[in-house]
């Protein structure tokens, strides 16, 4: 098959998977858009607000995962790479995290209560 071959049964795949889709698709009822379908009526909101707090830890939480992640290969590096330049780049990662996380701390972003 050539190129253009392709194209044009490409295209009419296209057109007619939007035209089938186009008429067979059905409204749906009261029941498909509730937040539930257990046949239970929902009792609240079920779009509560989280905690800006709970966030703040889930980010940093997230942040030190992947300093882990980061720091997991350094001793293959040290086989591969001069350990200078290894120890070098790793000192240089802990302390952009550590005075990240200690800047976070000193701006009462760990403090639950307020």
């Known amino acids: 098959m050539n190129l253009i071959t392709l194209i044009i049964m490409a295209m009419a795949m296209t057109t007619a998977l939007y035209t089938i889709n186009t008429y067979t698709t059905m409204k ?32 940093l939480f997230i942040l ?22 290894t120890i070098l780049l790793i000192t240089m990662l802990l302390t952009i995290l550590t005075l990240g996380l200690l800047y976070e701390w000193l701006q009462g972003g760990l403090e639950w209560t307020e």
């Open 64 to 85: 030190f995962d992947l300093e882990i992640v980061l720091l997991l290969p350094t001793p293959w590096s040290m086989n591969t790479n001069p350990s200078n330049t």
């Open 28 to 59: 749906p009822d009261i029941n498909k858009l509730s937040p539930y379908e257990c046949g239970f009526d929902p009792l609240g909101n079920a779009r509560t607000p989280i905690s800006i707090q709970f966030f703040l830890v889930a980010i």
